[in-house]
T-cell receptor, first 112, second 112 residues
Framework: DAGVIQSPRHEVTEMGQEVTLRCKPI?????LFWYRQTMMRGLELLIY????????DSGMPEDRFSAKMPNASFSTLKIQPSEPRDSAVYFC??????????FGEGSRLTVL | GEDVEQSLFLSVREGDSSVINCTYT??????LYWYKQEPGAGLQLLTY???NMDMKQDQRLTVLLNKKDKHLSLRIADTQTGDSAIYFC????????????WGLGTSLAVNP
């Protein structure tokens, strides 16, 4: 099994630009999570989907952040416009129901 | 609110035992987890314990749970340099096993 696949692995962009992070969950998993990891705040849950439906987006920082899951095998996290304080590692994870979380390798975002 | 606390750093010598501690606040947690994050990678489930257990052993790993004190520990016997990583404690939030509450992680350094 390929595991959770995220792209890009690294992104460097300028303040104000749009950033799109992508995730392919493990086939058969029905829950998908987007996390943000920073040194100061640790691991923060931004949003999670169950059966492609957003269930809890209370962790999304503000309206600049949006996430979609158009089908069971693809999700995006978009930041528009990006700001330097958005610099972090963004992880996607998937699970079957409330089971073990499988994480991707992360997308490291740097906003200059 | 719900909170999970861990010490941030631990340094041990190769061959010694490592003990990583965690305290949590939500007494209704069903599961408590230990995840491991190696440099540049996502988190991987190391082990977990159901809340009605007080100990679980898995090869070099021993998890101890003290529900009264809301204290969880992870002991790694015969620590190896390959065990150097960040270890995250997490609990399943009240009534929602999908929304884990995470500690900030303990960075374990194993010295030869």
């Amino acid at each position: 099994d390929a595991g959770v696949i995220q792209s890009p692995r690294h992104e460097v962009t300028e303040m104000g630009q749009e950033v799109t992070l992508r995730c392919k969950p493990i086939s058969g998993h029905n829950s998908l999570f987007w996390y943000r990891q920073t040194m100061m705040r640790g691991l923060e849950l931004l949003i999670y989907f169950n059966n492609n439906v957003p269930i809890d987006d209370s962790g999304m920082p503000e309206d600049r952040f949006s996430a979609k899951m158009p089908n069971a095998s693809f999700s995006t996290l978009k930041i528009q416009p990006s700001e330097p304080r958005d610099s972090a590692v963004y992880f996607c994870a998937s699970s079957l129901d409330a089971g073990e979380l499988f994480f991707g390798e992360g997308s490291r975002l740097t906003v200059l | 609110g719900e909170d999970v606390e861990q010490s941030l750093f631990l340094s041990v010598r190769e061959g010694d035992s490592s003990v990583i501690n965690c305290t949590y606040t939500d007494s209704s947690s069903t599961y408590l987890y230990w995840y491991k994050q190696e440099p540049g990678a996502g988190l991987q489930l190391l082990t977990y314990i159901f809340s009605n257990m007080d100990m679980k052993q898995d090869q070099r790993l021993t998890v101890l749970l003290n529900k009264k004190d809301k204290h969880l520990s992870l002991r790694i016997a015969d620590t190896q340099t390959g065990d150097s990583a960040i270890y995250f404690c997490a609990e399943s939030g009240a009534g929602n096993n999908r929304k884990l509450i995470w500690g900030l992680g303990t960075s374990l350094a194993v010295n030869p």
